[in-house]
């Protein structure tokens, strides 16, 4: 028999490889090294990523002190000289990109710079990244500048309370506020910023009266010619034209989730809030407090008056404000902020009236032009109270020819009086006030939507300066840009000041980039 003596060296080789596979003694070192090389990568890129964030704010200071020193009025020196020269100073002169851009006018000057360097990376390069690109970009304005504003205006009842103005005196809110309104006016529409601000205006009470210009330009939800007269039911009618009745009313409907966002659809069909007196007493037998101010009613001017640069239009529309109705401080923003989004640009532009400066141009867009240069936007919201649930017909109480010539000649209350009633039962039942009118939308509804366009606004960089005037601090602090700066508050003595120091803030030397 022949021994195979292979065997034991076989069996002993398995052996040691069988006790390798099992031993774990130095396991830990492994993955201790794994692990610290790792550590030391991700530390390395903190290195990096530090250097490189210390280094975009080092060169976005320069170049924010450099388009400050260029823009402001008062620099004799060329302003594309100024730029380079800080830049070379502080060692950062080749990484200007292109030449800085300059635009002056008669009372203003806008400049601003790009730049970028490339930092090469200590420990990134580990994983293949070699350089970080640090970009910064400036731009800075002193005077006008391409400015729109939309000046957002309360008028409802409570602005006939009593008030002490600058000088002490006594006298009305709404009498203040038309002043402070008009020195504002005056302080911005003067010569040398022709063709660069725009203001809107917007007064609210209840409901806004968006005016013919945009109101026609619109899509309804309904066809008037389905309310045809009849003949043998015809009451003593108002707002006829040919055989159907015509509501005056200038107002429209938004939907909740219109509040969300600054845009307005132009592609929709709106539904046009009705006429209706439900503020009037019973001895009032004409309608003359309707839920939608009336475009001009005994000489006041509430329509919005868009894209003007026309002061003594804007003040004469000011001038002739009377306290109505209650109050709807969201409907009132949200109409501010629209005129300033650039979904409103094709409608205004086709809409009558419209200065032709602006038509066609404005609302601009919300980024910056091809020139560099940025169109600031700013909403000046102004109110002396807070929401109060809004009033409206039932649907069932608006759908016949009747009775929308009844709503629009007759208050409320004066055909409900127990006096006069029987005048118009036949077409209308003498019934409570709850069973005719609705709250079309509750406090608490309206409240939630003002912040909602309020959030959609600053998300868009437009600057909202907030007033409240002895009522409404809450929702006018939480509206604003900040509460610091944006946020003003007053009995009304100081109201005049606060607009002034807008106007400057408006105007002054500042970054607008």
């Known amino acids: 028999m022949t021994k195979n003596i292979q065997t034991p060296v076989i069996d002993q080789r398995d052996s040691v490889l069988r006790r390798f596979a099992k031993d774990e003694d130095g396991g830990i070192i492994v993955m201790t090294l794994l692990l610290l090389v790792t550590m030391l990568i991700m530390g390395g890129m903190a290195v990096d990523f530090m250097r490189f964030e210390a280094k975009r704010a080092e060169l976005q200071s320069v170049a924010d002190r450099a388009v400050l020193a260029a823009a402001e009025l008062d620099q004799s020196l060329d302003a594309k000289d100024v730029v380079v020269d800080m830049f070379e100073k502080t060692g950062y002169g080749d990484n200007i990109i ?12 806008s400049v601003s710079v790009q730049s970028r360097l490339n930092l090469d990376t200590f420990y990134l390069r580990l994983a293949g990244i070699d350089t970080l690109s640090v970009p910064a970009q400036s731009a800075a304005i002193e005077g006008a500048g391409n400015i729109e504003i939309s000046l957002v205006l309360d008028i409802s009842g409570s602005m006939g309370s009593s008030a002490t103005d600058a000088n002490g005196n006594s006298s009305d809110r709404i009498t203040i506020l038309q002043e402070a309104a008009n020195n504002f006016i005056d302080q911005l529409l003067i010569e040398d910023y022709e063709d660069q601000i725009s203001i809107n205006l917007i007064a609210y009470s209840q409901q806004v009266n968006i005016g013919d210009a945009i109101f026609d330009q619109l899509t309804l939800d309904e066809d ?44 929709r069909a709106y539904h046009q809030v009705e006429t209706f007196d439900h503020y009037s007493g019973s001895s009032t037998s004409t309608v003359r407090l309707p839920l939608c101010p009336a475009t001009v009613s005994g000489g006041m001017q509430t329509h919005i008056i868009p894209l003007s640069q026309d002061a003594d239009e804007l003040k004469a529309a000011i001038n002739s404000y009377e306290p109505t109705t209650f109050t709807a401080i969201h409907l009132g923003m949200k109409w ?13 532009g086709n809409a009558s009236g419209i200065d032709p400066a602006f038509a066609g141009e404005r609302p601009s867009n919300y980024s910056a032009n091809d020139d560099g240069v940025s169109t600031v936007k700013y909403v000046i919201l102004m109110t002396d109270g807070q929401n109060v649930a809004g009033k409206r017909i039932l649907p069932s109480r608006y759908d016949e020819l009747d009775e929308r010539i009844i709503w629009g000649t007759y208050p409320h209350a004066y055909w409900y009086n127990w006096n006069r009633y029987q005048n118009i039962t036949p077409v ?8 005719v009118s609705y709250s079309g939308y ?30 409404g601090s809450s929702q006018m602090s939480s509206c604003a840009s900040s509460v ?30």
Not at 336 to 348: A, C, E, H, N
Not at 445 to 470: F, P, S, Y
Not at 495 to 502: D, N, S, T
Request: glycine share 6%; hydrophobic share 35%.
């Open 484 to 513: 610091a700066g944006h946020y003003h508050e007053t009995q009304g003595a100081e109201l005049e000041a606060i607009f002034e120091q807008i106007a400057e803030q408006i105007t002054e030397l500042r970054l607008s980039l």
């Open 442 to 471: 509750s406090k608490a509804d309206a409240d939630r939507q003002l912040e909602e366009i309020c959030t959609a606004a600053k998300g868009e960089n437009i600057i909202v300066h907030a007033i409240a005037m002895g009522a």
């Open 98 to 109: 292109g030449e800085p851009s300059v635009n002056s006018m008669a009372a203003s000057r």
């Open 428 to 435: 209308i039942p003498r019934e409570s006030e709850n069973t």
């Open 224 to 267: 008037p010619s389905m309310f045809e007269f009849e003949t043998d039911r015809l009451l003593p009618a108002a707002n006829r034209v040919g055989d159907w009745y015509t509501n005056p009313s200038r107002c429209i409907d938004f939907d909740s989730d219109e509040f969300l966002t600054t845009t307005f659809d132009t592609s």
């Open 336 to 348: 501010g902020v629209s005129l300033l989004d650039p979904s409103m640009r094709t409608l205004l």
